[in-house]
């Protein structure tokens, strides 16, 4: 049985690779809306999407209300910074409000780790959808990676990602670079990457390694400059500030010195090799401003792929279930 059809999208720990590859295949049929003059599908003409942002964001943000507008959904955007959480209103008022207006799924992005589930439990009739939650995870993030990998790699073959299913990932070397301690996105990338076949490397100052990581399905190198030419996929993580990565690099200069990814690196680096990053970028920190905008940078379609991935997000959360059609 699907795990994401007509259920909330909490993590993408718990998802099979025929999971993965469901969404992955929802959401190329939803870029060919993107490629309409009328940009918009009555999928979910009548449902109510909230959007609740906690935490900073633009991309996401963005994208999850452009998804929900194009699949004719009504959304209800609370701007947090002018609610009432800042007289002190909690987490569990403000949904249980927000639930009381009559709402289907609600995007949470919120700084704890573990907010999204304890949403799920407050509002169980609600489909919650995790638009990052503190460390933890960031599942739509994982999917619109490995969307964007599969899409790229296909084009190549002059095929459509659908034909090819997981295929593309089998062998596939995944380098993640940067700070994965505190980084959700690297927890989804791992997951979706390793469900779907891909090899994964990590390279990071030991500080910023998570305590544990010895049981992820990953291995781990200490030198980025032993692992650039074995990488088909370079993704890098931001430095997280307002997580407190300050604290465990001695400064940023010698961080970019041994693990950014700098125009000197990117030669060694294969030439078919795609560079990643979620976004947003610390230009001249995780890499250099010229490699952010090198061919092999695939950073924007990354973004652009965020719309098609979150339609097939909430649709398949939303409405995927055939029997809450009726
Ligand atoms: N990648 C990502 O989550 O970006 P935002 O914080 O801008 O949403």
Request: net charge neutral; no cysteine.
């Amino acid at each position: 049985m699907s795990t994401i059809r007509g259920r909330s999208l909490l993590s993408l720990s718990d998802l099979t690779r025929d999971d993965l590859v469901e969404v992955l295949d929802a959401a190329e049929s939803f870029v060919e809306v993107h490629r309409r003059t009328v940009k918009k599908v009555p999928a979910l003409r009548g449902r109510v999407v909230a959007s609740l942002f906690y935490e900073e964001s633009t991309r996401t943000r963005l994208s999850f209300e452009t998804a929900a507008k194009r699949l004719s959904a009504d959304v209800l955007s609370l701007a947090v910074a002018s609610s009432s959480v800042k007289k002190g209103e909690s987490l569990r008022d403000t949904i249980a409000t927000i639930e009381a207006l009559g709402i289907d799924a609600v995007v949470l992005r919120h700084r704890a780790s573990g907010a999204a589930e304890q949403v799920a439990r407050y509002v169980p009739d609600v489909r919650v959808i995790n638009a990052g939650d503190g460390q933890h995870q960031h599942p739509t993030q994982g999917l619109l990676d490995a969307f964007t990998v599969r899409q790229v790699l296909a084009e190549r073959q002059g095929a459509r990602g659908s034909e090819t299913g997981s295929a593309l990932f089998a062998g596939l070397h995944v380098l993640i670079v940067g700070d994965i301690r505190h980084s959700r996105v690297a927890r989804s990338d791992i997951d979706a990457y390793a469900a779907l076949g891909a090899e994964i490397r990590v390279v990071a100052p030991p500080t910023l390694l998570p305590p544990g990581i010895e049981t992820w399905p990953v291995q781990i190198v200490d030198r980025l400059d032993d692992t650039l030419e074995w990488a088909d996929i370079v993704s890098l993580l931001r430095l997280q500030h307002e997580r407190g990565t300050g604290r465990f690099v001695p400064s940023l200069a010698e961080f970019t010195t041994t693990f950014g990814l700098t125009v000197e690196r990117l030669a060694r680096v294969r030439p078919e090799a795609l560079i990643m990053h979620p976004g947003p970028i610390n230009r001249g920190v995780e890499l250099d401003a010229a490699v952010a905008d090198a061919p092999a940078a695939v950073i924007t379609r990354q973004v652009a792929n965020g719309v098609p991935i979150r339609m097939a997000v909430l649709f398949l959360t939303i409405a995927g279930n055939r029997e809450d059609e009726s």
